[in-house]
């Protein structure tokens, strides 16, 4: 059974920094591509970075230059390092495994002053 578990939400003032992790189980993580999606209230889910198989990375227009995505494949971990944090930002984050449909159950970021 796939498992994806996302930690290292909280709250925090613009211009901060979270890390998010998301510890992945029962699958081979290193041959999927995976990333990170967001929700806020009222918005539709959206793709903030993808990691690929082969390490290449996507992000949206709005996360370019500030957030950075990356995987290690020896501990079954996906990363978000978030810096210079913008309320615009706030959002439950979730962790994705391009296989099967799988998500984590997210964890809640909230940018604010």
């Known amino acids: 059974q796939v498992q994806l578990v996302e930690s290292g939400g909280g709250s925090v003032q613009p211009g901060g920094s979270l890390r998010l992790s998301c510890d992945v189980s029962?699958?081979?993580?290193?041959?999927?591509?995976a990333g990170w999606h967001r929700q806020s209230p009222g918005q539709q889910r959206e793709m903030v970075a993808d990691?690929?198989?082969?390490?290449?990375?996507i992000y949206s227009d709005s996360v370019k230059g500030r957030f950075t995505i990356s995987r290690d494949n020896a501990k079954n971990t996906l990363y978000l390092q978030m810096n210079d944090l913008k309320p615009d930002d706030t959002a439950v984050y979730y962790c994705?495994?391009?296989?099967?449909?799988?998500w984590g159950q997210g964890t809640p970021v909230t940018v604010s002053s």
């Open positions: 994705r495994l391009y296989w099967g449909g799988s």
């Open positions: 029962g699958i081979e993580f290193s041959r999927y591509r």
């Open positions: 990691i690929l198989a082969n390490g290449g990375t």
